[in-house]
């Protein structure tokens, strides 16, 4: 079975420091792809970055770093430098690959969610 | 990035009412949509995958009578909640893939989120 476990519902951190998300998968599938959504207040799913399977180089974009560790089935997002618009409910999601005849329809499955408040 | 919309962003109905949510992928062409519901404070869980032309698959445990979807053309998939009642308030956000696409990397969009309130 397909699952994604995030086991901190709620992470505070100081704005201006760097925070880690823990984010840990099982699939068995030998291809999918990773990804973390924040969803502030107002609701909107905001795509922050995506990690494949097969890629060498952990995934970075902008102040947003995946730690992924294959092995170990983790996938960690990275914060570096808090901003208090981080605060917000962040979510890991896997979708293994969807290709025609593969009977994968391309859905996400999703974590439970972590909530992260910045500090000031 | 493409653009998905909602209509509308919430609605407050009476129990035992019928409403009706669209979803549009406004710049792009959408053969799959996917409709999840999500509860405060807690994950998007999945509803249905809308196909563009054949039926929905609804996953386990959605009643398929009371969440009617119909994906009646590339760009507008419609999720109709029948007989509404208190329970059924939540969030409701639909997602779309552009077609052609493939492998686990390509992006899905989201809306914007509909908030429905039964009372």
């Known amino acids: 079975a397909q699952k994604i476990t995030q086991t901190q519902p709620g992470m505070f951190v100081q704005e201006k420091e760097a925070v880690t998300l823990d984010c840990t998968y099982d699939?068995?599938?030998?291809?999918?792809?990773l990804f973390w959504y924040k969803q502030p207040s107002s609701g909107e799913m905001i795509f922050l970055i995506y990690q494949g399977s097969y890629d060498q180089q952990n995934a970075t974009e902008g102040r947003y770093s995946l730690n992924f560790q294959k092995a170990r089935k983790s996938a960690n997002l990275v914060i570096s430098a808090s901003q208090l618009g981080d605060s917000a409910m962040y979510f890991c999601a896997m979708r293994p690959a969807h290709y025609r005849g593969s009977g994968n329809t391309g859905k996400l499955i999703f974590g439970q969610g972590t909530t992260l408040q910045v500090k000031p | 990035g493409a653009v998905v919309s909602q209509h509308p962003s919430w609605v407050i109905c009476k129990s035992g009412t019928s409403v009706k949510i669209e979803c549009r992928s406004l710049?792009?062409?959408?053969?799959?949509m996917f409709w999840y519901r999500q509860f405060p404070k807690q994950s998007l869980m999945l509803m249905a995958t809308s196909n563009e032309g054949s039926k929905a698959t609804y996953e386990q445990g959605v009643e398929k009578d009371k969440f009617l979807i119909n994906h009646a053309s590339l760009t507008l998939s419609t999720l109709t909640v029948t007989s509404a009642h208190p329970e059924d308030s939540s969030f409701y956000i639909c997602?779309?893939?552009?077609?052609?696409?493939?492998?686990?990397?390509?992006?899905?969009?989201f809306g914007p989120g509909t908030r429905l309130t039964v009372t």
């Open positions: 699939t068995s599938d030998p291809s999918y792809g």
């Open positions: 997602s779309a893939s552009p077609p052609g696409t493939s492998g686990s990397s390509y992006e899905q969009y």
């Open positions: 710049d792009f062409q959408a053969t799959t």
